[in-house]
């Protein structure tokens, strides 16, 4: 069974920065493609950034291009949120997601839908206060 961990949220002020990490606990972490995911009060889980398996293709979804920055160190099973330019409607628990699909990776592709991901990380609380 795969855990993954997430660590480096906290409360921040607007315009500040935070990085988040997430640890991934299996053997295959370099074949497997990792997602960030944000849910704030009373709204949908979202996600916010998409990263393949080699790290050579990511995604951001509109509202945190150009201030946020996903990225992964496979040598340390390890994928990462740099987050920037930190705004109110930031704040949300975020989670990292694995999907370990085969065809995932043959593709080098990230992937979109949260029902894709087999595995979640429990969640780390990020405020940004105004």
């Known amino acids: 069974q795969v855990q993954l961990v997430e660590s480096g949220g906290g409360v921040v002020q607007a315009g500040g920065s935070l990085r988040l990490s997430c640890v991934h606990s299996?053997?295959?972490?370099?074949?497997?493609?990792m997602g960030w995911f944000r849910q704030a009060p009373g709204k949908e889980r979202e996600i916010v950034a998409g990263?393949?398996?080699?790290?050579?293709?990511?995604y951001y979804t509109d509202s945190v291009k150009g201030r946020f920055t996903v990225s992964r160190d496979n040598a340390k099973n390890t994928v990462y949120l740099q987050m920037n330019s930190l705004k109110p409607e930031d704040t949300a628990v975020y989670y990292c997601?694995?999907?370990?699909?085969?065809?995932?990776?043959?593709?080098?592709?990230?992937?979109?839908?949260?029902?894709?991901?087999?595995?979640w990380g429990q969640g780390t609380q990020v405020t940004v206060s105004s």
């Open positions: 990263i393949s398996s080699s790290g050579g293709k990511t």
């Open positions: 997601a694995a999907d370990s699909r085969l065809d995932t990776y043959y593709s080098d592709a990230y992937t979109l839908r949260p029902q894709e991901y087999d595995s």
């Open positions: 299996g053997r295959a972490f370099s074949i497997v493609a």
